[in-house]
């Protein structure tokens, strides 16, 4: 494989990528772009030159930037970057910021530079930072004024961080970058990046606690629009999207940054997208995309029942983890609007395999999106019979490709991603997620899948929440654990235990049926609503 020209006078990304011997297959059939490309001009520039320059493109915490306004700001603070802190093409630039248009504005300016970003989210510690700062060798870092304590103090132990420069992130100038820009030209002949000089650095947890970075080029920033936003979501210019995805994941970039703005639509950006807010946040801004989790769309059904109106959606696309297949049957009885499950990874960068609109069934993943293949393997990696659960392997235009990571070997093996999912693929070629590879449950030999007893659990009326794990058992290897949120009025006790035992037979398998049930509170989550299973297991494994 041969790489295209490069912009980059710092080749440190280049520099680390893997082997192209480990390298997943890349198919870019119908993703022609020209050899130099600078992914932010396209989402900026280009579009005003396409006539969008008076449409609104971003709405966030008081300020409303037009297509044009995006253009000369992200412009103003892209020379700020290179003439006042002596930012290098190739460099490497972290963002820490919650969700709003100048954390945006600052990853389009820091990419328009030929900078490698990677955007953090604001929950992250010191301790979790200076890991990012010193695998990527980080030697400058934007900051919202209002996060400063955590990043300065991972730059007292970091070995490169060399300048922290904070920018306002509420309607203000109020930030050292915000003042360098205001005396800038609105005029920026931006870096001339190749498209397949990296852009972005997305940072994933390891199971061993050591973050691995994912290297994405300008091309694959494009690709995720070209590919998902247009075949699955058909953007238009008259879509708003809102969610609650951080931007720091590359699933939140992708949906609530570069699908609009590819396509001169608007994002709505928000710092406080909780699941109890997003009923009110669709309304006010008549979204017509959402990109949230499971968990706030059980939420939007409840407030619909208060008189909500969610009309204005389009399209709700869940995100996160697998839709339980209650939630799709209510949102679709309730709405009438179509909710999109599909399968992405840090990896891959956005989603690879998605339902389509008029295809949706309960309980199915979809099939792959064009320029984008998938199979069920085996631990041989053998390809299994329809219908029998295996690992998920994919390839398309875009892989994975590590930075300087000796777990590459892991996640590519024979030209394939494996994303360490558990599928199978049903006669008619669409895909049903079973379980996370760590998630399937052997008990007594037989694998059950946790995702299937939580939409059991899910059908009763008691259960508002739940997550299933498997825990040891002496006797049958492991056994089926419930940790469930009650809704309002029910009580836990031995007979509701019992209840929603029963429950759960005589809805699937009896042999699924959770031998273990744990009332809650509330369930671990990450920021973005995805339940923490595995924080769930330790806790399990640490018990008496």
């Not at 772009?33 to 005003?48: F, G």
């Not at 979790?128 to 007292?156: F, P, T």
């Not at 915000?178 to 002949?189: I, T, V």
């Not at 969610?243 to 608007?266: D, E, K, M, N």
Request: hydrophobic share 40%; proline share 5%; aromatic share 8%.
């Amino acid at each position: 494989m041969n790489l295209g020209p490069s912009g980059h006078a710092d080749t440190f990304a280049r520099d680390h990528l893997p082997p192209f011997e480990e390298w997943p297959e890349i198919n870019l059939q119908g993703f022609d772009y020209p050899e130099y490309l600078n992914a932010a001009v396209e989402l900026t520039d280009r579009m005003v030159e396409k006539g969008f320059g008076d449409r609104v493109a971003l709405i966030g915490v008081g300020r409303q930037r037009t297509y044009r306004q995006l253009a000369e700001w992200t412009n103003q603070l892209a020379r700020a970057l290179i003439e006042d802190y002596g930012v290098q093409p190739g460099n490497r630039v972290l963002i820490r910021s919650g969700n709003n248009p100048a954390m945006i504005a600052c990853w389009l300016a820091a990419t328009k530079a030929g900078a490698v970003v990677v955007n953090t989210m604001p929950m992250m510690r010191s301790g979790e930072l200076l890991k990012y700062l010193e695998k990527a060798e980080i030697s400058l870092a934007l900051c919202d004024h209002r996060l400063m304590d955590e990043l300065v103090e991972a730059g007292k132990q970091s070995q490169f961080l060399k300048c922290i420069v904070s920018f306002d992130g509420t309607d203000g100038h109020d930030g050292e970058l915000d003042r360098a820009a205001l005396a800038k030209s609105r005029e920026f002949a931006a870096v001339k990046t190749g498209r397949d000089d990296v852009a972005l650095l997305g940072f994933t947890s390891g199971s061993t606690g050591i973050p691995k970075a994912t290297m994405h080029f300008h091309r694959d920033i494009l690709i995720i629009a070209d590919a998902y936003a247009k075949e699955v979501l058909q953007v238009q210019p008259d879509d708003v999207f809102v969610g609650s995805p951080p931007i720091a994941f590359t699933f939140g970039l992708g949906g609530l940054v570069v699908f609009p703005l590819r396509f001169g639509a608007c994002g709505v950006l928000l710092e406080n997208a909780a699941p109890t807010k997003m009923p009110e946040i669709i309304q006010e801004h008549q979204a017509t995309i959402c990109f949230t989790a499971p968990t706030a769309y059980r939420a939007m059904l409840a407030a619909m029942d208060g008189g909500v109106d969610l009309s204005s959606l389009r399209i709700a696309v869940s995100a996160g983890e697998t839709l339980p297949a209650p939630v799709f049957e209510e949102w679709t009885r309730k709405t009438g609007k179509p909710i999109l499950d599909g399968i992405g990874a840090t990896e891959m960068l956005h989603v690879f395999i998605s339902n389509r609109l008029g295809e949706g069934r309960p309980a199915c993943t979809g099939r792959p999106l064009s320029g984008y293949e998938a199979i069920i393997v085996d631990d041989a990696m053998n390809e299994v019979p329809r219908g029998t659960v295996g690992k998920l392997a994919v390839r398309g235009p875009i892989g994975c490709r590590y930075l300087a990571d000796t777990r590459q070997k892991d996640y590519v093996r024979g030209g394939w991603n494996l994303t360490g999912d558990a599928f199978f693929q049903d006669e008619e070629g669409y895909f049903h997620f079973a379980a996370r590879a760590d998630d399937m449950i052997v008990s007594a030999g037989y694998n059950i899948a946790g995702p299937e007893v939580e939409a059991a659990l899910l059908k009763h009326d008691a259960v508002a929440e739940c997550a299933v794990i498997g825990v040891p058992d002496e006797t049958r290897g492991m056994i089926v654990q419930a940790h469930v949120v009650l809704a309002q009025g029910f009580h836990g006790d031995d007979v509701l235990t019992k209840h929603l035992q029963e429950h759960v037979k005589s809805i699937i398998a009896p042999y699924k049926y959770p031998r273990s049930i744990v009332f809650t509170e509330a369930l671990p989550k990450t920021e973005s609503g995805k339940i923490q299973r595995f924080r769930l297991r330790t806790a399990a494994a640490a018990a008496p």
